[in-house]
């Protein structure tokens, strides 16, 4: 990296350092691996980790930082600017449905491609790559299609940067000849058609290794190709057996704004067969897009949240150990976001409630580190964003997201509590912590319970549609599990409009004698359960008073927390439930 300005913030710096290491490391270190992988200070690392942990944007557990579902939000800013994921998302949707196979969309980003959408199927080979992993452009589909339109400054800056790191360090998501390759194919990928992979599974990692080279030497031919076909394919380029086949979708001015692939295995195509079987349906999908960003309205500016007076309180409660220089430079990367995807100077400064002086040397430090570009007097954010913890957040299940806040609940409560999702007409356990007592609820992790006997169940199954819901009670057996379960069909369908009007569930012995909880919803941004968390304890523990008195509030708490984590990573992402 060039020599940093004078005028540039140190300590940003090393915060986003930190940040990125921890994104490349998918998103957890402790604490001396960050320092050698920074080569910060320990003492620096401490500093630096404490302030990210103080603006929610990792958690400490015990000698290790995890990133923190918060940290989204210096994504979603840039996502939000962009517009393309909300609406170019939906068409890409429909199209892998369609087609059953994963869509994706990518921006170009230097001399490479980051991925900004995902809509992937689920099989035993599917898809892995996550929204904002970086990729050379070499060695994908939307690649030539975006060095089409490249300067000859960004062409040379390619031929500098492939001469100086030919190991591909700085695309952390790649594999550069370490995989084994379980496909044959020639690798050759261009417009014209010629990829040929057969499946047949008799590679081997040294023909890999061959088109990772070739990849290089032959990226001019493939982009000329591409540049004619309006189209372009990588067979088996980034991944031994990934194929893939994209088109552009242009903005009025006919450039490239994104492309959007079709992404397969040669087990199921080989190069030619995919283009030959989706190309039509692609062209289709890519002309209803461009029409979409023709005819959207001019985005409503969302309201930034001005947190300077937050990071100066922050920094007079935790002293020394709160780097306000840091937490006061992120901050303006939110100040961006949809209908505030170019701000002024003034404008920034305004939305943070930053002096302007702090701001234009934030500003600075993050164009320096690229995060940030400069039109004239206006800056936008640029892709690299991303790189600051979303490629391993956008992969966050709803289980690991709740993991955290469900050990806060269990350290105040001092009882086992658990997340379950609805699984038919059973309920099943996919995120627990345990209470240590000599007598506690043992119960473990994938566990299904009859839905009508269970806190959890009743709350998700009072949530459904009035029609589905009676579907459900009309088919289910009810059957008595002590002598306490409801049994009957108009009891239970009374006892499911009482939790929808009240919004929790207490069962008491129905599942099991001497066994009480109370459940409440996990709702998804829809404002539909998707899932719901639990306190169980034994009956003696507390009675049935306490645990709406005592318990309740605090388990209200502990969703909230999670519905609010649900918000930030799941608002461009799909986010699963188990």
């Known amino acids: 990296m060039d020599t940093a300005p004078a ?10 350092a930190v940040l990125r290491a921890l994104s490349d490391a998918d998103g957890r270190l402790s604490l001396g691996e960050l320092v050698r992988a920074t080569g910060l200070a320990r003492s620096t690392v401490d500093r630096v980790v404490a302030t990210l942990a103080r603006m929610g944007h990792l958690r400490l557990d015990g000698s290790s930082a995890t990133l923190a579902p918060r940290l989204m939000e210096l994504a979603n800013a840039y996502l939000g600017a ?6 170019l998302g939906p068409h890409a949707v429909q199209l892998a449905e369609e087609l059953d196979e994963s869509v994706s969309l990518a921006v170009p980003d230097r001399d490479g491609i980051r991925f900004v959408h995902q809509s992937t199927r689920r099989r035993a080979m599917s898809l892995t790559f996550r929204i904002g992993d970086l990729l050379p452009a070499e060695r994908t589909a939307p690649g030539p ?9 960004q062409w040379q800056d390619w031929r500098e940067q492939r001469a100086a790191d030919p190991a591909g360090a700085d695309f952390p998501a790649v594999p550069y000849g370490t995989d084994t390759d379980t496909s044959t194919g020639t690798g ?28 290089v030497g032959g990226f001019e031919q493939r982009v000329a190709a591409a540049r004619h076909a309006g189209w372009a394919v990588d067979d088996q380029l980034i991944e031994p057996g990934l194929i893939a086949v994209a088109v552009p979708v242009r903005d009025a001015a006919g450039t490239p704004v994104c492309a959007v692939s079709v992404v397969s295995h040669t087990s199921r195509h080989s190069a030619a067969s995919l283009r030959a079987a989706v190309l039509p349906r692609l062209r289709e999908t890519a002309a209803a897009m461009e029409a979409e960003l023709r005819g959207a309205p ?12 937050w990071t100066s309180a922050s920094k007079q409660e935790l002293g020394a150990e709160f780097v306000e220089s840091l ?12 209908g505030r995807a170019e701000l002024s100077l003034s404008a920034v400064a305004e939305a943070t409630g930053l002096a302007r002086a702090t701001a234009r040397r934030a500003l600075i430090t993050l164009h320096h580190l690229g ?3 400069t039109e004239g007097r206006t800056f936008r954010l640029t892709p690299r964003v991303l790189s600051l913890g979303c490629p391993p957040l956008s992969r966050t299940a709803l289980p690991d997201i709740a993991a955290p806040h469900l050990a806060a609940l269990v350290g105040t409560l001092h009882d086992s509590a658990s997340l379950a999702v609805l699984d038919g007409d059973a309920i099943q356990y996919t995120a627990r912590v345990a209470t240590s007592r000599i007598m506690s609820v043992n119960i473990t992790l994938g566990t299904r319970f009859p839905a009508y006997a269970a806190s959890m169940g009743r709350v998700l199954l009072a949530d459904l549609p009035a029609g589905e819901r009676a579907a459900r009670l009309g088919r289910m057996e009810l059957r008595a599990l002590t002598p306490r379960t409801l049994t009957s069909p108009a009891a239970l369908a009374t006892a499911l409009d ?3 009007a009240q919004g929790y569930a207490l069962v008491d012995e129905e599942l099991e004698e001497g066994l009480r909880s109370i459940a409440v919803p996990v709702r998804g941004p829809d404002g539909r359960a998707v899932g719901s968390v639990n306190v169980a304890m034994h009956t003696s523990r507390r009675t049935v008073a306490e645990c709406v008195a005592e318990v309740l509030p605090v388990l209200r708490g502990a969703a909230a927390a999670i519905e609010a984590d649900l918000g930030v990573v799941g608002r461009f992402c799909r986010i699963p439930l188990s």
């Open 7 to 16: 005028e540039a913030v140190g300590p940003l710096m090393r915060g986003v």
């Open 82 to 87: 962009l517009r393309l994921p909300a609406l």
């Open 145 to 153: 299609l975006f060095a089409a339109h490249w300067s000859p400054r």
């Open 188 to 215: 050759t990928g261009t417009g014209t058609g010629t990829g040929t992979g057969t499946g047949t599974g008799t590679g081997n990692n040294t023909g890999f290794e061959q088109r990772v080279t070739q990849a």
């Open 298 to 309: 001019a985005p409503t500016p969302s309201a930034p949240r001005a947190l300077a007076a």
């Open 327 to 338: 937490a006061r430079g992120l901050t303006v990367l939110t100040a961006f976001g949809e």
């Open 371 to 373: 995060l940030v570009a």
């Open 498 to 500: 009482e939790v929808a």
